[in-house]
């Protein structure tokens, strides 16, 4: 091989280099824009996200109100768990507080995790939760049983095609302990 | 059909069953789309066969124009080639926009009815369905009645490999279950779908509607029965779901209102009687 | 340039790095795999035959329609578009070789390993994945001491399929001939430049899903995990992204080979080049923005199923573009029906009916009821075995000549095609009716209702099964001998290819050609 391919190549070996590496690194220029894509999708910011909704500035809707069912399962056992009030009649606006009661039946002390989810899909960014146990993991001793709280309002913006919503948590086992 | 000849035969349930399921399906129930007893069914009946109908319009033409040229253009028939036709700029113009109007027309139906598939508001009913590998179980949202819902024994143990038994010989062979759901007719359903360990999909060609079930998550569906036709809907789980997916079947009993709140309140005060004997 | 020839035994076919060896390697590869692939469907129509589990279990069944599938996209037709682009684009664009020649051994070796690895997971405890060539999780994460080797049997596969797609460009590009424009390349070539872009567009995706399973399942993440913030559906769009350009990476090239065909045997140009090129361009870009059609049952916002259902009826505009212009191709024509066109025209009629099913199928209203259907089996199937295979099949018999320098047996070869078309109709028609009358997909054993389609689909596919037995003997026969062939073969030959004699000699083209 000659001098002037031996150079040729060295480039492009390291051109191919920077590029691979320059991919590598979009991996992570990518979690801005796609902080910048959820907000303007309205998907959401990340703070709005990952923290409590308020219900600051909400006034009570005159005149209207839905039904919010409420619905549990326990995917992989270990637990019972059920919903306190099964269905509630709210006004849109105003603040609400149930429970859910949860049982360790898993022999053994352990955390569990409840993850949400709402139907209809399109009612789930106006049903806002100030507060609730699935924020964080709940711990159970062996056997304890307990109720616990969910804070919400139903945002005053909610589409007039939705009359009744339907807030679903499934429990599982929390991998922190 | 000798299905239909071998149901009829059978005195009462199958012979309920058949003189209320044919009508519904008349003489296409193997070949077509059930038109159903929904609303919904009946309007995704509708859009399915206007498909069908403009897709064979264009089939005609298309074809038609194809079977043309080959019999026309033979070599053997002395066709020569015409080197020169290459372009015509009129005609690939209208093969690329009448297809567009075409597909306008075809979409329009359709944002209408999605619109009205989903919504889900005025409903009279929540049931709630959660997948289990391999049964369902229902819950009447609000009235503590929750159970589940299996392969009937019968169609179990015939469908075993080498039980002997010709299939042939059960009645809704894989289509029967030991407790089926029951719903009132004439009302708007709202279901919501979950699923315990994988996804699963929930389905009756009567009422038209599919949806996942998928674990951790809750869909929502709305499905009704006609007011007119109580009888007993079939269908069975949609989505592949593991070794015995194919024997997860759904039953239907649509009852009138009526008949259906006394159905009801009975199994409210069973489950009260269980929960009280097992306090 | 001294003439030398290749070294001789089994040596050639492991060391060799020229393109007609490893494209007739890839050729082989898929041949074996197809025969694979069908014996899997054999046991599933077997099964199917009659209601009642007569030979296998329920999971054994689902580990057949799994590797069915896997099998046939990624070790039939796939590898046989490589092969025929490996074969044919050097000789259509005037080029001494591929531009990378070891690395096109190496991808051929891998997709060789891959599928040693992939048929491997048989004898694994719990057996071969079952959950659908889909993956879909959680189903998939149930999959026993198979599920890293099939992953791993993934990855191969698709780095195998990436440099096969890089070849293809960096031949394109740098080695056509001088004074072959890109607007005068062949169909065939064009499709592929194209295919080869989509495959390395969608490729790394799939490996990033499976690479997103197998963190899932050994690693505790939760990217499709609800317990911990993930969603199964997720994966589902991740799967699709990458499964629609795949299912047009199977079919561009038939549409290539097609283009080819049928202006050779109407004796006259191709109708409308620059909108043919143009429409696999934008059925390409399409591919990219319909994804979640294949995912309409899982509760998507009302404006994603209008857009998804809007953008997938849009590709019919593109194809009908291919098929009114192809129709237009053999008007006032001089036609003949060898069987390379036999084939070429069944697939104009078949791929057609599976393009209108599957209009049907982008109307959200009516998938609701055909999702998860044999509906969905029929239409797949029309557009992949009367579509992809049918066109692979005409392309061998176009190319067969050119190859082994003798003419095949073409009585048999009609007898092959008529067998052929009938069968593949009596095969899948009725799943067309069994769809529509309520039986979902992938199920072992059915309501009596089902019993006379499913018989009679299971008849088609015995018939059409066998008859690809005579397919493989008219290869071999067509390889040991017959009537010499011509450099042009054909009547009307055009294209470089039938420029060179027959059997193109081992290298070609060692002086670039001259183009007119």
Redesign the interface.
């Known amino acids: 091989m000659n001098a002037p391919d031996r150079k040729s190549n060295r480039s492009l070996a390291a051109r191919l280099v920077l590029m691979a590496l320059g991919s590598f690194a979009f991996g992570f220029a990518l979690v801005p824009l796609y902080d910048v894509f959820c907000e303007v999708t309205g998907i959401g910011t990340r703070e709005q996200l990952s923290r409590a909704g308020t219900a600051d500035g909400q006034t009570p809707v005159v005149g209207r109100t839905v039904i919010v069912?409420f619905?549990a399962?326990v995917?992989?056992g270990g637990w019972e768990f059920e919903p306190v009030a099964?269905?509630m009649e709210v006004q849109p606006g105003r603040l609400y507080e149930t429970h859910y009661r949860a049982r360790n039946i898993s022999g053994h002390a352990t955390t569990g995790?409840a993850?949400p989810?709402?139907?209809?899909?399109?009612a789930a960014r106006y049903f806002v939760k100030t507060e609730c146990f699935c924020f964080t993991p709940q711990h159970f001793a062996r056997d304890e049983e307990r109720e616990m709280a969910v804070r919400f309002v139903v945002d005053r913006e909610l589409p007039p095609?939705?009359?009744?919503l339907?807030l679903?948590y499934?429990f599982?086992?929390?991998?922190i302990s | 059909m000798s299905i239909a000849k071998r149901k009829s035969k059978r005195p009462i349930v199958a012979g309920v069953l058949a003189t209320l399921a044919l009508p519904a399906r008349a003489d296409w129930s193997l070949l077509n789309m059930p038109k159903g007893v929904s609303t919904l069914s009946r309007e995704i009946y509708d859009i399915h066969m206007l498909m069908l109908w403009i897709c064979l319009a264009i089939a005609v033409v298309t074809f038609g124009a194809m079977i043309v040229a080959m019999i026309r253009f033979r070599k053997s028939r002395g066709a020569v080639a015409d080197q020169k036709l290459l372009h015509n700029a009129r005609l690939e113009a209208a093969w690329t926009i009448i297809p567009v109007l075409i597909l306008i027309g075809m979409a329009i139906p359709s944002v209408e009815k999605l619109v009205m598939i989903e919504d889900t508001s005025g409903s009279g009913l929540t049931v709630k369905v959660t997948g289990h590998q391999w049964y369902w179980q229902y819950e009447y949202l609000g009235s503590g009645v929750s159970f589940y819902s299996r392969l009937a024994r019968e169609s179990d143990v015939a469908r075993q490999r080498g039980s002997g038994i010709d299939p042939a010989t059960i009645e809704n062979y894989l289509r029967d279950v030991d407790k089926p759901l029951v719903l009132p007719t004439g009302v708007k359903i709202r279901m919501l779908l979950t699923a315990n360990d994988v996804i699963h999909a929930w389905w009756v060609p009567d009422f038209g509607m599919k949806r996942d079930a998928i674990p951790g998550f809750i869909n929502e569906m709305w499905i009704s029965v006609d007011a007119d036709k109580p009888g007993t809907y079939r269908g069975q789980c949609a989505e592949l779901c593991g070794a015995d997916h194919g024997f997860m079947p759904i039953v239907v009993v649509a009852k009138p209102k009526a008949e259906f709140d006394a159905w009801l309140s009975s199994q409210k005060q069973e489950a009260g009687a269980t929960l009280a004997a097992t306090e | 340039m001294a003439e030398h020839g290749p070294p001789k035994g089994v040596v050639r076919w492991l060391t060799t790095t020229n393109h007609k060896d490893i494209g007739t390697m890839y050729l082989v590869f898929s041949l074996l795999m197809f025969m694979i692939g069908g014996a899997f469907a054999f046991v599933i129509r077997s099964e199917l035959f009659q209601p009642g589990l007569q030979f296998v279990d329920p999971a054994f069944f689902n580990q057949m329609t799994t590797m069915h599938a896997l099998v046939m996209v990624f070790g039939a037709v796939m590898p046989a578009t490589v092969g025929l682009a490996n074969w044919m684009i050097p000789l259509q664009i005037g080029a001494a070789d591929m531009a990378l020649p070891r690395m096109n051994l190496f991808s051929f070796w891998l997709l060789a390993f891959a599928f040693l690895l992939l048929l491997s997971t048989f004898l694994m405890p719990g057996g071969a994945p079952a959950s659908g060539w889909t993956l879909y999780p959680p189903l998939v994460l149930q999959t026993g001491q198979a599920f890293p080797l099939a992953i791993f049997s993934i990855h191969l596969m698709g780095a195998s399929s990436i440099m096969g797609a890089i070849n293809v460009i960096v031949t394109i590009v740098n080695m056509r001939a001088p004074g072959m424009t890109l607007l005068k390349m062949p169909l065939f070539s064009w499709s592929w430049l194209i295919t080869a872009y989509l495959l390395i567009a969608v490729m790394p995706v799939f490996a990033g899903a499976v690479t997103m399973l197998l963190t899932d399942y050994y690693f505790h993440t939760s990217f499709f995990n609800a317990a911990g913030g993930g969603d199964p559906v997720l994966f589902q769009h991740v799967f699709w992204f990458f499964g629609h350009p795949e299912v047009y990476i199977m079919i561009l090239p038939a549409f290539g080979i097609v283009s080819e065909i049928i202006p050779t045997f109407s004796r006259k140009p191709i109708f409308g080049y620059e909108a043919m090129v143009f429409a696999i361009a934008s059925i390409a870009f399409l591919s990219f923005i319909v994804w979640a059609h294949h995912m309409f049952t899982v509760g998507m916002p009302l404006a994603g199923q209008l857009f998804f259902t809007l953008s997938t009826m849009l590709i019919a505009v593109p194809t009908g573009v291919k098929i009114f212009n192809w129709t237009m191709t053999m008007w006032r024509g001089s036609l003949s029906f060898e069987p390379p066109m036999l084939f070429a025209l069944a697939f104009l009629f078949l791929f057609t009916i599976g393009g209108f099913s599957g209009l049907m199928l982008a109307i959200v209203p009516a998938d609701l009821q055909y999702h998860d259907t044999y509906f969905v089996v029929a239409h797949f199937h029309y557009v992949l075995v009367p579509g992809s295979v049918f066109a692979l099949m005409a392309a061998v018999y176009y190319w067969l000549p050119k190859w082994t320098g003798h003419l095949y047996d073409m009585t048999l070869a009609k007898v092959h095609f008529w067998l052929s078309a009938i069968f593949v109709n009596v095969l899948f028609f009725p799943q067309h009716f069994l769809g529509l009358a309520g039986m979902p997909r992938r199920i072992p054993d059915y309501a009596s209702q089902f019993a006379d389609w499913n018989m009679v689909s299971s008849i088609g596919a015995f018939g059409f099964g066998l008859s690809q037995l005579l397919f493989v003997w008219l290869i071999v026969k067509c390889v040991r001998g017959g009537e010499r062939a011509t450099a042009g073969v054909w009547d009307w030959p055009h294209g470089l290819e039938w420029t060179v004699p027959s059997p193109a000699p081992y290298h070609t083209f060692e002086k670039s050609p001259e183009i007119h």
């Open positions: 069912e619905t399962s995917p992989a099964v269905t995790q993850v989810s709402i139907a209809p899909a399109r095609g939705i009359d009744r339907t679903s499934a599982y086992n929390s991998g």
